[in-house]
């Protein structure tokens, strides 16, 4: 029987995991900024025109002001993406240290709160899901430090049970270890649970641990094209799974 409230979507689920970057918040807004900023920085550092490269080995369209789906930049660690632009740099200097020196000059993060943008009225969806008794999840790539200060900034982290980050060391998405580990935290059968993501590592994912639903969301990097064929269904944003 639906609940009131709440899309049949879920019905028999008892925890919703949720990526984090595209399909909470605004992917573009928190990377696309920081992309075209590390750029600029790296131009500088080398004093050579690296930024082109390094766009095209993290997946970034800079005239489009896109990331590439299935691109380091959208499923990536902060690590590793990293060590990808220092590879990227080492070709461009003279010498491995002046490489090293031009990345540890230019690297910087993303502000976690200036840069959340919600896609949709989270604190009602998290709190109107918890209320009817499911737990909430976080599966992301991104580092915990930075997902904790969101969320909790968000006044969102009260209603998290569990949380898996990129820098967890608990495998990186499609790898299904991430969404495993968070239904073992909070002692649900992956029959019962939920992926929500908006990329197609985030759908594989949940098929791979073999969820009992595997959602797509249409806020992020990932176009009807490459998420349709993943997901059970498809929802503009994280917001359709709250009925009026």
Do not use: H, N
């Not at 790296?42 to 766009?55: E, I, K, M, N, Y």
């Not at 690297?107 to 200036?114: L, Y």
């Not at 992301?140 to 049970?161: C, F, I, M, N, Q």
């Not at 985030?202 to 997901?231: F, H, K, N, Q």
């Amino acid at each position: 029987m639906t609940e009131a409230g709440i899309s049949p979507l879920l019905d028999g689920i008892d925890l919703v995991v949720f990526d984090k970057d595209g399909t909470l918040l605004d992917f573009t807004a928190m990377w696309g900024g920081w992309t075209r900023e590390l750029g600029r920085r790296l131009d500088g550092a080398t004093r050579r025109p690296v930024s082109g490269d390094v766009f095209a080995a993290i997946g970034y369209d800079p005239v489009a002001d896109r990331i590439r789906p299935g691109a380091p930049l959208a499923i990536a660690t902060m690590g590793q993406i990293e060590e990808i632009v220092a590879a990227v740099i080492r070709r461009w200097c003279p010498s491995v240290a002046a490489a090293r020196r031009a990345v540890e000059t230019a690297w910087f993060e993303p502000d976690p709160v200036a840069t959340a943008v919600p896609t949709a009225d989270l604190e009602q969806l998290f709190s109107r899901l918890a209320a009817s008794g499911r737990r909430l999840a976080i599966a992301t790539t991104d580092d915990r430090r930075p997902t904790e200060t969101t969320l909790r900034a968000l006044g969102l982290r009260s209603y998290v049970s569990a949380l898996a980050c990129g820098d967890d060391g608990i495998g990186v998405k499609p790898d299904p270890a991430m969404v495993l580990a968070v239904c073992r935290a909070v002692g649900v059968e992956p029959g019962r649970a939920a992926m929500v993501g908006d990329t197609p590592a985030d759908l594989s994912m949940g098929r791979a641990a073999r969820l009992g639903r595997v959602i797509g969301v249409l806020t992020g990097i990932g176009a009807r094209e490459d998420l349709e064929p993943l997901a059970d269904a498809l929802l503009d944003s994280v917001g359709e799974l709250l009925r009026a």
